[in-house]
């Protein structure tokens, strides 16, 4: 794949051939990138391609969450996308893995995760 950007944020996801070529920075910018269409899909009433947009999106912070990523930023993603959905099973499900895996940095970021993991379990237990 030929790069046709600088830097990560400057990734254009209509230039990107396949995202598993990608880098993880890139990767996350691609996805992220993917989520502010998908709003922008939704506006416009595309919710098919506002599905599709969102879809790739979790499979890409999957894939960080899987194989490369050591920081909070795709597990945080996947809960947020979950929440949205009201699929609190599977927000649980990445916020303990992100707890067991991740390396938060500080005692205040842990905290945000487990307060966020605690609320989720709360809507769980209520749908």
């Not at 939704?42 to 969450?65: F, G, M, N, P, Q």
């Amino acid at each position: 794949m030929t790069k046709k950007w600088d830097k990560p944020q400057d990734i254009d996801p209509d230039e990107v051939e396949d995202w598993r070529e990608l880098n993880a920075p890139e990767k996350n910018y691609f996805a992220r990138k993917l989520e502010r269409r998908a709003v922008e899909a939704e506006l416009e009433d595309e919710e098919e391609r506002s599905d599709h947009l969102i879809d790739t999106a979790k499979e890409v912070y999957w894939h960080l969450v899987e194989e490369e990523f050591v920081g909070s930023f795709p597990y945080q993603r996947l809960a947020i996308l979950y929440r949205k959905e009201e699929d609190y099973d599977d927000e649980v499900r990445i916020l303990e893995r992100c707890l067991r895996q991740a390396k938060l940095g500080t005692e205040k970021k842990e905290k945000k995760f487990e307060n966020r993991l605690d609320r989720a379990r709360e809507l769980r237990a209520q749908s």
